[in-house]
């Protein structure tokens, strides 16, 4: 606690929390967060954090098994393409643990004027730095980003040269080039969440109805989801929708209950890199999609005092069919449904249960 009971402040909270982590593998990292809890009044209330995030490399990251293959590679130090080269991919077990930035704030309002009513609203910004990304030797941007250093570069550890690089005969061509997980990649997002949830008793607003009813409604806008893969690559940025919303409604009387969801997702775009020499398509945009279920069940109390639920449910009532969104780059367009992922695409379809604790 740091202020109580003055005027504007009701009750002004701070949070602390800080970490230290020796991993065997990755070093010792410190996290550490800062939260503040600032109640105006019983109606309103603003909460904030800040914090140093972290996540360390998996033993899959770590060590896995490595792989070999090999295929043609320019050189752009020696201009020299023999027609093969060996390249090696696997674990690394040099990773460091990646680290985030997250902001986060939002209020919170519960009017007394409209009692079981909460609504609230936030806003967040993740800055993720040293992010584990596969790196290539053979991706021409990054050969150029180890020439330009002069072999200084950590990405020159990806070629094997008999000689300095300031030899570009032929005879420094590599004599191996590695395809391996570094700590290379940036990413940033940030968005809003939003929250309405609100429960009441029919008979207060209609007196000869009873029941009780509870909504809730879910809403995620993350307009800025942009990762690059290391630095000087072309900011990638996210084909999935940046929209997402949910919406619950039931109502219960006695042993019998109704269910609702609705799930939104936005359109989106089927382009993820802009600029020169990128992949454009015809159809730049998909539209939006929704799907609907209902759920009744009964409930029933046995002899035994065991209970049981009996249900009937019906998954997208409305057979909303997903749009066709951008697959493979050698194949685009033909991946139905992939997106708003995880989102089923079998249509309309139904279920009759039963559960219980015998």
Not at 251 to 268: E, I, M, P, R, T
Request: with cysteine; aromatic share 12%.
């Amino acid at each position: 606690p740091i202020l109580k009971d003055i005027p504007l402040v009701q009750s002004l909270d701070a949070d602390l929390a800080g970490r230290s982590t020796d991993y065997s593998i990755s070093g010792g990292v410190e996290t550490w967060k800062i939260g503040l809890d600032w109640h105006l009044n019983d109606s309103v209330r603003f909460r904030g954090t800040t914090s140093i995030d972290i996540r360390a490399p998996t033993l899959n990251d770590l060590y896995s098994p490595q792989t070999s293959n090999s295929g043609p590679f320019l050189d752009p130090l020696t201009q020299f393409n023999p027609g093969g080269i060996q390249t090696v991919s696997g674990g690394n077990p040099n990773l460091k643990p990646e680290v985030a930035r997250t902001y986060t704030g939002g209020v919170v309002l519960t009017p007394s004027f409209i009692p079981g009513l909460t609504i609230s609203a936030d806003y967040y910004q993740i800055n993720l730095h040293n992010a584990i990304t596969n790196i290539s030797g053979t991706n021409s941007a990054i050969a150029n980003l180890c020439i330009a250093s002069g072999g200084s570069s950590p990405f020159c550890s990806l070629y094997d040269r008999p000689f300095p690089y300031t030899n570009t005969t032929p005879a420094n061509y590599p004599t191996l080039i590695r395809s391996q997980l570094l700590n290379a990649a940036f990413n940033t997002t940030e968005g809003e969440d939003y929250e309405i949830d609100y429960g009441f008793n029919m008979a207060d607003v209609i007196s000869d109805v009873a029941g009780q009813v509870s909504l809730r409604a879910l809403l995620n806008v993350a307009p800025v989801n942009t990762t690059s893969s290391f630095p000087g690559a072309p900011f990638q940025h996210t084909t999935q929708p940046k929209g997402h919303a949910t919406l619950f409604g039931s109502y219960s009387l006695g042993n019998w209950d109704v269910n609702a969801q609705w799930h939104w997702f936005s359109g989106g775009s089927n382009i993820g890199v802009f600029g020169p020499g990128q992949t454009y398509y015809a159809q730049s945009r998909y539209g939006s999609f929704s799907t609907t279920d209902f759920t009744l069940t009964r409930k029933i109390a046995l002899d035994n005092g065991a209970a049981m639920q009996v249900y009937f449910n019906v998954q997208n009532a409305f057979d909303s069919v997903p749009p066709y969104t951008v697959g493979s780059s050698g194949n685009p367009g033909s991946i139905f449904g992939g997106i708003p992922q995880g989102e089923d695409v079998m249509g309309r379809y139904f279920t009759i249960g039963v559960r219980g604790n015998l």
